[in-house]
């Protein structure tokens, strides 16, 4: 409702934003989705930002999950963000081409090490302990955001190019957000909800280099 009257406000002389919201209660359900796939027709790519409207849908998500993907994610500072100290007690991530490699078991005791070495300091010094944890241990931390910032992180982070940590987290904010409010994910054009790419990263350097002639 307040998101389908702020987008009728800008054409709408002579009637207050309650009176709108008033008028919209009355409308359908696909009244109301007409209005949103009007207001996001000029979308032809990702660039193409939501009209602002859809600031007044807002969400918060709780978040835990490596402190890796943590700081690609906290560089969204449109969101309000809270983030607890970093840790070694709420454990790690050991990414499947790590144990293809065979490498599991020495990762293992390498985090149980870091482990250790962090309580250790911890006890007497607490803040600064923070800088014997890793980048794949566990984090927990919380998002505020609205729509239009929802559409630009999902759009943004799920691309090919995007760290699979980072993709598969911004898969699960957009599914998280679709048992909410299906009319915000369903006018979402340009998520990337496909499964794990390979050497993604690499592939976008590729092209690159071949448009700047520096391979064949």
Do not use: C
């Not at 983030?83 to 144990?99: C, F, P, R, S």
């Not at 190019?161 to 987290?169: G, K, M, V, Y």
Request: charged letters at 30%; a neutral charge; zero cysteines.
């Amino acid at each position: 409702t307040k998101v389908a009257a702020a987008l009728l406000f800008e054409q709408s002389n002579g009637y207050s934003l309650e009176q709108l919201q008033d008028v919209v209660r009355k409308l359908s359900p696909e009244e109301r989705e007409i209005i949103f796939i009007e207001a996001m027709t000029t979308r032809e790519n990702r660039r193409h930002k939501p009209p602002r409207a859809f600031e007044n849908a807002v969400y918060t998500l709780e978040f835990l999950d490596n402190i890796g993907v943590y700081r690609e994610f906290r560089r969204h500072r449109m969101n309000t963000q809270e983030a607890q100290n970093y840790t070694t007690e709420l454990g790690y991530d050991v990414h499947q081409d790590v144990i293809d490699a065979g490498l599991g078991d020495e990762l293992r005791r390498s985090m149980e090490q870091t482990h250790e070495v962090h309580m250790a300091i911890k006890k007497k010094y607490p803040i600064e302990s923070q800088y014997a944890v890793t980048l794949g241990h566990l984090h927990r931390w919380y998002m505020t955001m609205n729509a239009r910032e929802f559409y630009f992180l999902t759009e943004l982070r799920s691309t090919e190019q995007s760290h699979p940590d980072a993709r598969r987290l911004a898969q699960a904010t957009y599914r998280q957000i679709e048992q909410v409010h299906t009319w915000v994910t369903s006018l979402s054009k340009f998520t990337n909800l496909s499964g794990e790419q390979v050497l993604e990263r690499l592939k976008s350097e590729a092209r690159i280099d071949r448009k700047l002639g520096l391979s064949s």
